[in-house]
């Protein structure tokens, strides 16, 4: 599971739930499965943040929880997709849709206090 938060207008926070959905078998994973988590723009064209997960043999059964920042662009897109793809095996990946047009942003704040001469 994926939620989102802003953090201010131009950064928002991703907390992201990991839990595998795989028999493990020692003969044919080891005893870690590399794994890439990548959030890209609706359209496919630009990649905010990518991420190299290690999923070792005595975590498998857990629930893992990442927590990453993706700039945001003003105006807002209707969607950021994230993949989780295996570094692997060819096939092995999850893809969730994140709904934007919904977000509500942080007003735009001026500075609280005037600037002093030094």
Known sequence: SVSVQPI???ILRVMMKV???FQWSDRVHGTVE????????????????????LLHKKQKDETHTL????????????????????DRWLGAEYVEVVALKDLTLPDKYPAPTSLLKL
């Open 8 to 10: 201010t207008r131009t």
């Open 19 to 21: 839990r595998a959905e």
């Open 34 to 53: 590399p794994w890439w988590i990548i959030v890209e723009d609706n359209e496919n064209e630009k990649i905010y943040h990518s991420e190299y997960f």
């Open 67 to 86: 927590a990453f920042t993706v700039p945001i662009f003003e105006p807002v897109q209707p969607q950021y997709v994230i993949r989780v793809i295996s």
